[in-house]
């Protein structure tokens, strides 16, 4: 399954993000591929807001990972952003307890998660951000998990 949107801007990249918080439940795995400046953390403050996070989102470029208390129709659920980018081994990722974070009662969104491959779930979403202007950003989504093609339907004037 793949899908893919143009976004002209960091607003419309945070908006696509926050669609795709609105459906997402425990146990989700969002995996954001991007380069540097791409808007991954863009995304995943929208992502963040959907899900109703009110603290403010930053990346976890140092600490490697924070943990969000977001509500849904009265029901707390966990947002746990991780930021692989200091990662240098593989081992690395579950030294840090990586495989520990994919609970029901959590989403998780991990930017830089190529180092962890291995130690990521396969019914995952990837969502990948790549520049292709200055501005104009292609986010493409993929899993090889069908049950996130019914989920994504918000896309479907969106996607080409």
């Given at each position: 399954?793949d899908?893919?949107?143009?976004?002209?801007s960091?607003?419309?990249?945070?908006?696509i993000?926050?669609q795709?918080?609105r459906c997402?439940?425990?146990?989700?795995v969002?995996?954001?591929?991007g380069?540097?400046?791409?808007?991954?953390t863009a995304?995943?403050?929208?992502?963040?807001?959907?899900?109703?996070?009110?603290?403010p989102?930053?990346?976890p470029?140092?600490t490697l990972?924070?943990?969000?208390?977001g509500?849904?129709?009265g029901?707390e659920?966990?947002?746990?952003?991780?930021?692989?980018?200091?990662?240098?081994?593989?081992?690395?990722?579950e030294?840090?307890?990586?495989?520990?974070?994919?609970?029901e009662?959590?989403?998780c969104?991990i930017e830089?998660?190529?180092?962890?491959?291995?130690?990521?779930?396969?019914?995952?979403l990837t969502?990948g951000?790549l520049?292709s202007?200055?501005m104009t950003r292609?986010?493409?989504?993929?899993?090889?998990?069908s049950?996130?093609?019914?989920?994504?339907d918000?896309?479907?004037g969106?996607?080409e």
């Amino acid at each position: 399954m793949d899908y893919k949107v143009t976004s002209n801007s960091v607003e419309y990249t945070h908006e696509i993000g926050k669609q795709l918080g609105r459906c997402l439940q425990g146990g989700d795995v969002i995996a954001l591929i991007g380069d540097l400046g791409a808007g991954k953390t863009a995304f995943a403050q929208g992502v963040g807001e959907g899900l109703g996070v009110a603290s403010p989102m930053a990346s976890p470029t140092f600490t490697l990972i924070h943990e969000y208390k977001g509500q849904r129709d009265g029901t707390e659920i966990r947002l746990i952003h991780m930021d692989l980018y200091r990662l240098r081994h593989p081992e690395e990722a579950e030294v840090i307890g990586i495989a520990d974070t994919f609970t029901e009662d959590a989403v998780c969104i991990i930017e830089w998660p190529e180092i962890a491959e291995d130690y990521l779930p396969d019914d995952r979403l990837t969502v990948g951000i790549l520049g292709s202007g200055e501005m104009t950003r292609e986010i493409v989504f993929q899993s090889k998990d069908s049950g996130w093609e019914k989920r994504l339907d918000f896309l479907s004037g969106e996607a080409e």
